[in-house]
């Protein structure tokens, strides 16, 4: 457990000596789900009795950072599930959170919701929160596939309930998509065109142009993101399948009753995903982000760009601009630790130089606009052109990065393995 105070928003002079001068970002962990998804690695429990303890507890660390940032101006809810939350629930917090917080009147204001709890009375209660983007958690538009994520929605309940959103006014709305997903080993994994045509010009965006010997996953997420585009969504995330440790999808793989596609493959999923997105009116603006013109995430911004944000609830993490902390991923811990009076921090890290500059980096090469060579300077001291030349040159005649307008920007190839970039 820790209990030292917690630098401001704003105070820490690293962030100071940057040119950003952007609000801190507010994130809420809602830890309860109906049940885990057969993939899914992040902090949650089924057991909604501990919802009411969970609310006061929460209460509670809301209480202890007032004053900690001016002003947000994004509020990200997320999960878990918070749209399993009782409707009155649900409201109660955002409306507890405006009393504790002064959030910014043009905030991003976002909520997760599962497509199936969404209904009109909880569009009317979030709406009346003043919440503004919904971010679904679809997946899939195949059965077949949520089955094997073990999602509790069907493919018609989630364009129903995306439709649902728009018919109550939202105006930004977002998908979460998973491609990638493994097959029995009777399906195999047929190869199709490589990848590295996706560069050439298609005689058409649309999205049955696949080659017509796809193996069966990857016709299945062609498919997907054609229903998904013509629900026209202001944002859609596609993640690659990533086995998290003693999920039930991991232990199945393990034992050779599934088979991932290999490198090759992703590649394909992601140049062919990224083609048909951005002919379809989509701006890829981060490896697994795409949207309409303006309607990127800005909260997830934060996060990539070091901008400071507050995480509460179980297993939240928090940035003051170099001190990084995350709380205990236990309700019962955190629930027990703020009833007495104590922080429910797991943990902290104080990071050097080095190390902002390597996440700088690491961050940097995951967005199309990249690095900012100006900014980099200012904020870290250090002339990235200079101190990494060799890695650059290296890079850069590979065809994985390029240097454009002060920027040093990955290509989409480079995208394509952005998380090894600032290792290489």
């Not at 900690?68 to 409306?95: C, H, M, Q």
């Not at 050097?352 to 300077?377: K, P």
Request: with cysteine; glycine share 8%; net charge negative.
């Amino acid at each position: 457990m820790v209990d030292k105070p917690f630098p401001k928003a704003g105070e820490d002079p690293f962030i100071r000596s940057g040119e950003s001068r952007d609000f801190p970002g507010l994130y809420v962990h809602i830890p309860f789900c109906v049940r885990k998804c057969a993939y899914c690695g992040f902090y949650s429990i089924t057991d909604r009795t501990r919802i009411p303890a969970f609310l006061a507890a929460l209460r509670r660390e809301t209480a202890r950072y007032r004053g900690w940032a001016d002003s947000f101006d994004t509020l990200y809810i997320g999960g878990g599930t918070p749209s399993v939350l009782p409707e009155g629930d649900l409201e109660g917090l955002i409306a507890d959170i405006r009393t504790a917080f002064t959030i910014a009147p043009d905030a991003e204001i976002t909520v997760e919701a599962n497509p199936a709890d969404i209904s009109e009375s909880l569009l009317a209660s979030l709406r009346r929160s003043g919440v503004n983007r919904l971010n679904i958690g679809v997946q899939s538009f195949d059965d077949d596939a949520l089955a094997l994520l073990g999602r509790r929605h069907t493919a018609l309940q989630a364009i129903g309930a995306v439709q649902r959103v728009r018919d109550a006014g939202f105006e930004n709305i977002g998908l979460d998509l998973i491609y990638g997903l493994p097959s029995s080993p009777a399906e195999g994994t047929t190869a199709t065109a490589s990848a590295t045509e996706e560069t050439k010009p298609s005689p058409s965006p649309a999205v049955g142009a696949a080659s017509p010997e796809a193996d069966p996953p990857f016709t299945t997420w062609l498919a997907t993101l054609d229903t998904a585009i013509g629900l026209n969504p202001e944002h859609l995330s596609c993640y690659q399948l990533t086995l998290e440790e003693k999920t039930p999808l991991a232990k199945q793989c393990r034992r050779g009753e599934l088979i991932l596609p290999d490198e090759s493959r992703q590649a394909d999923f992601f140049l062919r995903t990224a083609q048909i997105l951005e002919e379809s009116g989509y701006r890829h603006y981060e490896v697994s982000n795409f949207a309409r013109p303006g309607r990127e995430s800005r909260h997830n911004r934060k996060y990539w760009n070091h901008v400071p944000y507050l995480g509460l609830g179980p297993a939240a993490h928090s940035f003051s601009g170099r001190e990084r902390r995350w709380n205990r991923s236990s309700v019962d811990a955190y629930i027990g630790a703020l009833e007495s009076g104590r922080e429910p921090v797991e943990s902290r890290e104080i990071l050097s130089n080095e190390q902002l500059c390597l996440e700088a980096l690491f961050l940097g090469f995951r967005m199309r606009r990249g690095i900012c060579l100006e900014t980099f300077r200012i904020r870290y001291c250090r002339d990235l052109l200079a101190d990494k030349r060799d890695m650059i040159e290296r890079l850069s005649g590979e065809g994985l990065v390029e240097i454009r307008d002060g920027f040093l920007r990955p290509t989409r190839a480079g995208m394509a393995v952005a998380d090894s970039l600032a290792l290489i």
